[in-house]
């Protein structure tokens, strides 16, 4: 079956520390991933996403993520969080079984820097 | 930039009513969605649509329909709401490429009394 997980209710972390966000993945077919991060009362920003080609993906607002094959995994990163770095993260995958364009998502981390 | 608009911030209705969701996107995209996101349970997919006047049933169809007469908008539509349809209703966009990113709408949070 297809799916996303996020292990991790809540990460956190002071501020000027490096953050992650773990998100592991199941999928038959290739593996097509997304990070999206959710501010309050806001809908959802695309950060980055891993399509292929190199294992470091870089995106928005100094955001990376690393996609680990052999352990099914695309964590994401920050070298030094800030305290509006605070939000929920979504960690989502493309599901191939349906045939269309449908995607997974995990339920979440909610990522708290602390000054 | 992409922009994905939704016709409420903040619903309230009553328990029986029906209630429509609007979601217009600019960007001419053909796929367009509905996910409800609840606490702890993330977002799960009510229904999508990948072209004008076809539509798919997602994850959570049972107590929904949509329409999308036209590209640019898609409608949600509760036919007759109840107190556990109270959410967070998010519409997102995308383009028909197999790794393209959605872009969301700033969601309608509905409360059925």
């Known amino acids: 079956a297809q799916s996303v997980a996020q292990p991790e209710d809540q990460v956190n972390v002071a501020e000027g520390n490096p953050l992650t966000v773990k998100c592991t993945y199941s999928?038959?077919?290739?593996?097509?991933l997304f990070w999206y991060v959710q501010y309050p009362n806001r809908g959802l920003q695309f950060l980055l996403k891993y399509i292929t080609g190199d294992n470091l993906v870089k995106g928005s607002y100094g955001f990376e993520a690393e996609f680990n094959k052999s352990q099914t995994s695309f964590h994401l990163k920050k070298p030094s969080a800030l305290v509006s770095d605070s939000a929920l993260y979504f960690c989502?995958?493309?599901?191939?079984?349906?045939?269309?364009?449908?995607?997974?998502f995990g339920t979440g981390t909610r990522l708290k820097v602390l000054a | 930039d992409v922009k994905v608009t939704q016709s409420s911030r903040y619903l309230v209705k009553r328990t029986g009513e029906k209630v429509f969701l609007e979601c217009v996107q600019d960007?001419?995209?053909?796929?367009m969605f509905w996910y409800r996101q609840d606490p702890g349970l993330g977002l799960r997919l009510i229904y999508f649509?990948?072209?004008?006047?076809?539509?798919e049933k997602g994850d959570i169809p049972e107590g929904y329909s949509v329409s999308r007469e036209k590209k640019e908008r898609f409608s949600l539509i509760l036919e007759s709401a109840s107190t556990n349809q109270t959410s967070m209703y998010l519409c997102a966009s995308s383009t028909p490429v197999a790794g393209g990113e959605q872009y969301f709408g700033p969601g309608t949070r509905l409360t059925v009394t």
């Open positions: 989502a995958v493309r599901d191939w079984t349906s045939g269309t364009y449908k995607y997974i």
């Open positions: 649509s990948y072209d004008v006047k076809m539509k």
């Open positions: 999928v038959s077919g290739n593996p097509y």
């Open positions: 960007m001419d995209h053909e796929n």
